[in-house]
């Protein structure tokens, strides 16, 4: 059977729930987006136009709830890759939005450029553990302009062939990217079906829903664009100080979104997707590394599976800056705990220093961590063909298996995970190899990757097209 993991009970993920339901229907969440408020009043909520909080009656949570669909997919450009929720599948979706990276060639740190931005984006399209996009790494010429964010989407759609997640600065970008999407996708009707996009909404904590971002999400209502809301709680400062409080809140944050998404558009598809974290009580800080963040992303997926809803759950962090012992112990039991309970999405590899850093060798790293989590997630397999009573038997007291056609058949069946990478040799087969490190065969194998590997190309008319839509672009900066 699977690997079973539970950290919150059955009374426990009820309570979680119920205490819910008070906090939005008694104290609320301030609504910075004056369309939000509107839309939410009309669904029944309670707006307090001196302060703009909102509450929510139990009937509105309990209807978005209903609403919100179980069962989507997530749609790729490359043929193959649509992602099934709810589907019993996990992949990885790469932690985001670094501001620095560490240097390959001299280790040092650095500001990101567009080439790291590029290199990131590549290499995550040639890894097939990873399924979902976000932009790993700030730099290049960024998206101030409307011609500088179709030409972002444009590198986006033509260097990944996966499932995108990404969010608009503003209102003004939504109707740029669905023309994107359409020359890139087709009409209408086919990216309301396919779900190409899905969009990130991240509710400040404690229970406030932001106006910008939140106003360019619902400039795409009609359009079916699912929505991954991410609130990011952080025990002890933005969070209050326990974990099972920090569960009640992200709950409480992803909830009183949901009651906005479902009111302005009824089925949207919908992921819960709270990255719950903890602050480092000996300097405040983010502690990317704590064991209670595994806790809190198995705890998230475990209310998500409670409603029935799609998960992105977050873990895998690390606080310190460089790849290593402290990194590598930190991100492997922060990505066990939560990939035991198998989210949809897992996020979490590739960055360090409190997912400021971006390390391309630390992703590959990463992703040889999910690999091994998976296994241990698959469990110990109990079918009638794997107890092997006649082996023992035919094998007898001070027998062997080794030659025997069930070894054979379980080293290719999966019973064993073969890794390929790092070090499972002799100690002098090793040593004779010059002692190599995981680091550096890590960052052979991203180069070897950014050698070789072609994303899918768009096509030369799609690329005329976008094209036209980046110098229209201009023209409206310009006007």
């Known amino acids: 059977m699977r690997t079973l993991l539970q950290v919150l009970s059955e009374d426990e993920r009820s309570q979680v729930h119920e205490r819910t339901l008070s906090i939005l229907a008694r104290i609320g969440m301030r609504v910075d987006t004056a369309r939000g408020r509107e839309i939410l009043a009309d669904a029944g909520a309670q707006v307090d136009s001196d302060t703009n909080v909102v509450r929510f009656p139990r009937a509105l949570v309990k209807e978005a709830l209903r609403l919100a669909p179980r069962d989507f997919a997530l749609g ?22 670094a501001t620095s990276v560490l240097d390959p060639e001299t280790g040092e740190r650095r500001p990101g450029t567009l080439n790291d931005w590029l290199g990131a984006t590549r290499l995550i399209d040639a890894l097939d553990e990873i399924g979902v996009y976000w932009s790993m790494v700030e730099g290049g010429e960024g998206r101030g302009t409307m011609a500088d964010a179709v030409r972002y989407w444009r590198r986006l759609f033509c260097n990944f062939t996966k499932h995108v997640q990404d969010s608009l600065a503003s209102p003004d970008q939504a109707p740029w990217l669905i023309e994107v999407l359409q020359a890139i996708f ?6 309301r079906r396919r779900h190409p996009l899905s969009f990130l909404l991240c509710p400040q904590s404690p229970l406030v829903i932001e106006g910008p ?3 360019a999400y619902l400039a795409l209502v009609g359009w ?21 409080s920090t569960v009640v809140l992200g709950n409480c944050e992803v909830l009183g979104t949901l009651c906005l998404v479902q009111a302005a558009a009824p089925g949207t598809p919908f992921i819960y997707a709270p990255a719950l974290a903890v602050m480092d009580p000996r300097s405040g800080r983010y502690s990317a590394g704590a064991i209670e963040s595994g806790l809190l992303g198995a705890a998230a997926t475990e209310m998500a599976r409670t409603y029935g809803l799609p998960v992105e759950a977050s873990g895998g962090g690390t606080d310190h800056f460089v790849p290593g012992i402290q990194a590598g112990y930190e991100r492997s039991m922060n990505a066990l705990l939560p990939a035991i309970s198998w989210p949809d999405i897992l996020v979490g590899p590739g960055l360090l220093g409190g997912s400021m850093i971006l390390s391309l060798e630390q992703l590959m790293i990463d992703v040889e961590v999910f690999r091994m989590c998976r296994r241990a997630h698959r469990g110990i397999v109990a079918d009638e063909a794997k107890w092997l009573d006649d082996v023992i038997g035919r094998a007898g007291p001070g027998g062997g298996f080794l030659s025997e056609r069930s070894t054979v058949d379980g080293i290719r069946g999966g019973e064993w995970y073969v890794s390929k990478v790092g070090v499972h040799d002799t100690f002098e087969r090793w040593d004779g190899a010059g002692r190599p490190g995981l680091l550096e065969e890590a960052r052979e194998r991203v180069a070897h990757i950014l050698a070789t590997h072609e994303p899918l190309p768009l096509g030369e008319d799609v690329e005329r097209e ?14």
């Open 76 to 97: 790729a450009r490359r043929p193959g890759w649509d992602l099934r929720m709810n589907g019993g599948d996990c992949v990885l979706l790469v932690d985001g939005e």
């Open 186 to 191: 087709g009409d209408r009707e086919t990216i």
């Open 213 to 215: 971002y939140t106003d």
């Open 224 to 244: 079916d664009i699912p929505v991954a809301v991410m609130p990011m709680p952080l025990m002890g400062a933005t969070a209050p100080g326990s974990l099972i």
């Open 466 to 479: 976008l094209e036209h839509i980046r110098i229209r672009a201009q023209d409206w900066d310009n006007d």
